[in-house]
Nanobody
Framework: QVQLVESGGGLVQAGGSLRLSCEAS????????MGWYRQAPGKQRELVAG???????NYADSVKGRFTISRGVAKNTGYLQMNSLKPEDTAVYYC????????????????WGQGTQVTVSS
C-alpha cells in the first residue's frame, strides 16, 4: 500500500519562505512523476508545480521565479521550496504522484497526500 505524507506547512508573513516535503512509503517500483497542487477556500484545485521522472520541472505562471520543485535521488521524497510568499499563496497544498508498484503494472496509479495548510499574512 502506497502512502504520501506532506509536511512543512505553517503561518508566515508576506515575503517569507517555507519548504514543503512529500514522503512516499510502501511498495514502490517506480515514481513516474510528481507534483504539488493547492486549493484555496471556494477555489478550484490548481497545479502549482510538477516534475517528471527525468527531473524536468514546470510551474504555474503565478509562482514562476518564486517556487522550486525537486525530487530526492536516493529517497522517495519530493520538495517544494517557496520563497517570496504572497497572501494569495494561502491554500491547502497537496502532493501527488503517479506510481507503479511492480514491473507487471501496465499503467501507473495516481496517489494523493492529505494536504498541508499554508497561510501567508499581509
Amino acid at each position: 500500500q502506497v502512502q504520501l505524507v506532506e509536511s512543512g506547512g505553517g503561518l508566515v508573513q508576506a515575503g517569507g519562505s517555507l519548504r514543503l516535503s512529500c514522503e512516499a512509503s510502501g511498495i514502490i517500483f517506480n515514481i513516474n512523476d510528481m507534483g504539488w497542487y493547492r486549493q484555496a477556500p471556494g477555489k478550484q484545485r490548481e497545479l502549482v508545480a510538477g516534475i517528471t521522472s527525468g527531473d524536468s520541472p514546470n510551474y504555474a505562471d503565478s509562482v514562476k521565479g518564486r517556487f522550486t520543485i525537486s525530487r530526492g535521488v536516493a529517497k522517495n521524497t519530493g520538495y517544494l521550496q517557496m520563497n517570496s510568499l504572497k497572501p494569495e499563496d494561502t491554500a491547502v497544498y497537496y502532493c501527488s504522484a503517479r506510481i507503479t508498484t511492480s514491473l507487471q503494472a501496465r499503467l501507473p496509479v495516481r496517489y494523493w497526500g492529505q494536504g498541508t495548510q499554508v497561510t501567508v499574512s499581509s
